[in-house]
């Protein structure tokens, strides 16, 4: 499947704060996509910067592939579509990744763990506490088995 790279991110995150995967009134995938990547964190994915797995199912995805929210707390508000890009692009060059590329969820994990603490910097959405983030992704590698070393990602 392909997945936004930061897509991933939040849902660890979320996972490591015990958060409950529900479905969503924009009728995304956020839910069953993250049952199958934390049952099976060696599931081959498509990292890509663009519509994905998730957003298959979401009633913002356009016909063209193009998604039509848009983010009215910032100012200026922007489409989702840009602020998704411009984050994944951001992530993607702090990780050292070139995209598309196709890896198991384990193997990005463990490259984003490489990049713990920090890369909490780049993937904290507006309005999110940036230490919330990083504990969230701090936990949920922990409790995903994707490192044992605990200080090694900041935590301890
Ligand atoms: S990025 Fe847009 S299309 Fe994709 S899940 Fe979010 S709101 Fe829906």
Do not use: W
Request: with cysteine.
């Amino acid at each position: 499947m392909k997945l936004r790279p930061h897509h991933v991110l939040d849902i660890i995150s979320d996972y490591g704060h015990d958060a409950k995967f529900v479905p969503h009134p924009y009728g995304h995938a956020v839910h069953t996509v993250a049952r199958a990547i934390l049952s099976n964190p060696n599931l081959e994915v498509e990292l890509v910067i663009g519509a994905d797995e998730i957003c298959r199912p979401c009633t913002h995805l356009r016909l063209d592939g193009l998604c039509d929210d848009v983010l009215r707390q910032l100012d200026p508000p922007i489409s989702k579509q840009q602020y998704n890009d411009d984050l994944d692009g951001r992530l993607v060059n702090y990780l050292g990744l070139t995209l598309p590329a196709v890896m198991t969820i384990r193997k990005y994990l463990e490259i984003v763990a490489e990049h713990l603490p920090g890369v909490e910097k780049i993937c904290t959405h507006p309005g999110e506490d940036q230490e919330t983030r990083l504990t969230g992704l701090q936990h949920g590698l922990v409790r995903l088995g994707i490192t044992e070393d605990e200080e090694k990602i900041g935590l301890g």
